[in-house]
């Protein structure tokens, strides 16, 4: 707000000794003059229009400047990214600004992963990069060129679902279903990575995905049968 006064102040004094006196100084020889009428119905005018400015809405003033900051956005520099997600090559052109979640979804339509709190507390956006699991909200889409991404598309062979997903449905680790997806990806890593030996050990490193629903005893037990099966992971 301070730097918008602080302009428009600027903005006002240029404007204002940019208004011609009535020195013949200013005035071209072979130029009628402006009456002082004329003169002061210029400096009215002017004086209008930035005082119209000064009251607008502060609403009005941000979303201008979002709108001036997507446009600046499409100059950014993109560069050239190779990936291989669910099995399938990609050779995409990428801002360094943009998560592996918005590359996911919004360029090749894998909504499965879903966007919860975007700041990687909730765990709903968790996929595999190389088999480790990772939150794609907090990774840029740059860093994982040359790497084998997975998604929940991913997990199921055709029409046969993962382990872990009959495992989910069998033991009703679901109510909302929002979180699901990345429930699954992590109880899948959590069985990979041998942090599956009790009930206690896989509620904590099944911890950074949040269930608002509470299905966390149903979840801990699909993890529990998929571990105890082998679970072909």
Same mark, same amino acid.
């Given at each position: /707000? ?8 600027a903005? &006002?004094?240029?404007?204002?000794? %940019?208004?011609?006196?009535m ?6 020889? @072979? ?6 009428h004329?003169?002061? !119905? !210029?400096?009215?005018? %002017? ?6 400015i000064a ?15 997507e446009?600046?956005?499409g100059y950014? +520099? ?6 291989e997600?669910n099995?399938?090559?990609?050779q995409l052109?990428?801002e ?6 918005d590359l996911?979804r +919004?360029?090749?339509?894998l909504?499965g992963?879903?966007?919860g709190?975007?700041?990687g507390?909730?765990g #709903? ?15 840029l #889409?740059? /860093? %994982?060129?040359?790497? @084998? ?6 997990? #199921?062979k ?6 872990? %997903?009959?495992a989910?449905? @069998? ?7 929002y979180?699901t997806?990345?429930?699954?990806? &992590? #109880?899948?890593?959590?069985? !990979? ?7 206690? +050990?896989? !509620?904590?490193?099944m911890s ?15 993890i529990? +049968? ?8």
């Amino acid at each position: /707000m301070t730097n918008k006064l602080f302009s428009l102040t600027a903005l &006002s004094l240029n404007l204002f000794y %940019q208004i011609p006196t009535m020195s013949q100084d200013n005035f071209p020889e @072979k130029e009628e003059k402006p009456s002082l009428h004329e003169s002061r !119905r !210029r400096f009215l005018k %002017q004086s209008s229009a930035l005082t119209a400015i000064a009251l607008t809405p502060a609403a009005v003033v941000k979303a201008a400047e979002n709108k001036l900051d997507e446009k600046a956005a499409g100059y950014f +520099e993109k560069v050239n990214l190779s990936i291989e997600v669910n099995g399938t090559s990609h050779q995409l052109s990428v801002e360094p600004r943009v998560t592996l979640l918005d590359l996911l979804r +919004e360029q090749l339509h894998l909504t499965g992963t879903k966007k919860g709190c975007d700041y990687g507390q909730c765990g #709903a956006c968790t996929v595999h990069v190389n088999g480790k699991r990772v939150l794609s909200c907090l990774s840029l #889409a740059v /860093m %994982q060129d040359g790497k @084998k991404i997975t998604t929940i598309e991913g997990l #199921a062979k055709e029409d046969q679902l993962h382990p872990m %997903q009959e495992a989910f449905i @069998k033991h009703d680790g679901f109510q909302c279903g929002y979180c699901t997806p990345g429930q699954i990806m &992590s #109880a899948v890593a959590c069985v !990979r990575e041998g942090h599956a030996n009790s009930e206690d +050990e896989i !509620r904590q490193f099944m911890s950074g995905n949040i269930c608002r629903c509470g299905a966390y005893p149903n979840i801990v037990d699909a993890i529990m +049968e998929v571990k105890k099966n082998g679970g072909a992971l």
